[in-house]
T-cell receptor, first 111, second 111 residues
Framework: SQTIHQWPATLVQPVGSPLSLECTVE??????LYWYRQAAGRGLQLLFY??????ISSEVPQNLSASRPQDRQFILSSKKLLLSDSGFYLC??????????FGSGTRLTVV | GENVEQHPSTLSVQEGDSAVIKCTYS??????FPWYKQELGKRPQLIID?????GEKKDQRIAVTLNKTAKHFSLHITETQPEDSAVYFC??????????FGTGTSLTVIP
């Protein structure tokens, strides 16, 4: 069966520090991968999606970037975190024509 | 791109009553409409979905209706229970890729 792993679960980082969140999927190949952000009390904002290795699409301009170095690995990064980057980050995957499954999320607090 | 609006943002009902959450979408090409339930601090999880070739779908106490002409869809929860308390998100997509989420509805079921 397919599983999705996301880590870390929580992270407290100072302003200006770098960020790296990792997401991996097991039990499938060539999935679509997504990064979402959920600010406190708000909805799910699509940040990046990827349909294949090295293929990244960005939905909104921001201080973040994403990479997909391997088929089942999706990384969210920042060179210098801002206070406004705080939030709940969710990775998700889907087969080519089916529903999403979310990872367990990373709660990021930038201080 | 797609724009999904969701109402209400908060909803309180007495245990045993029904709850209805409504969403509208803008892109007539969207053909897949899932609903997710997110309990506090946890990942969103799919509870029900509907495709554009169906007008209504029911799963026990949960039902979803879709009006393609008006471009709106609704979640209906009957006989609500305290464990139904959560944030509910609607979403719209084409071919189950690149979901666009509503801003969420915080449902509170009062015992």
């Amino acid at each position: 069966s397919q599983t999705i792993h996301q880590w870390p679960a929580t992270l407290v980082q100072p302003v200006g520090s770098p960020l790296s969140l990792e997401c991996t999927v097991e039990g499938t190949s060539n999935p679509n991968l997504y990064w979402y952000r959920q600010a406190a009390g708000r909805g799910l904002q699509l940040l990046f999606y990827s349909v294949g290795i090295g293929q990244i699409s960005s939905e909104v301009p921001q201080n973040l970037s994403a990479s997909r170095p391997q088929d089942r690995q999706f990384i969210l990064s920042s060179k210098k975190l801002l206070l406004s980057d705080s939030g709940f980050y969710l990775c998700a995957w889907s087969p080519r024509d089916s529903l999403y499954t979310f990872g367990s999320g990373t709660r990021l607090t930038v201080v | 791109g797609e724009n999904v609006e969701q109402h209400p943002s908060t909803l309180s009902v007495q245990e045993g009553d029904s709850a209805v959450i409504k969403c509208t979408y803008s892109d007539s090409a969207s053909n897949y409409f899932p609903w997710y339930k997110q309990e506090l601090g946890k990942r969103p999880q799919l509870i029900i979905d509907i495709r554009s070739n169906v007008g209504e779908k029911k799963d026990q106490r949960i039902a979803v209706t879709l009006n393609k002409t008006a471009k709106h869809f609704s979640l209906h929860i009957t006989e609500t229970q305290p464990e139904d308390s959560a944030v509910y998100f609607c979403a719209a997509s084409q071919w189950s890729n690149q979901f666009y989420f509503g801003t969420g509805t915080s449902l509170t079921v009062i015992p």
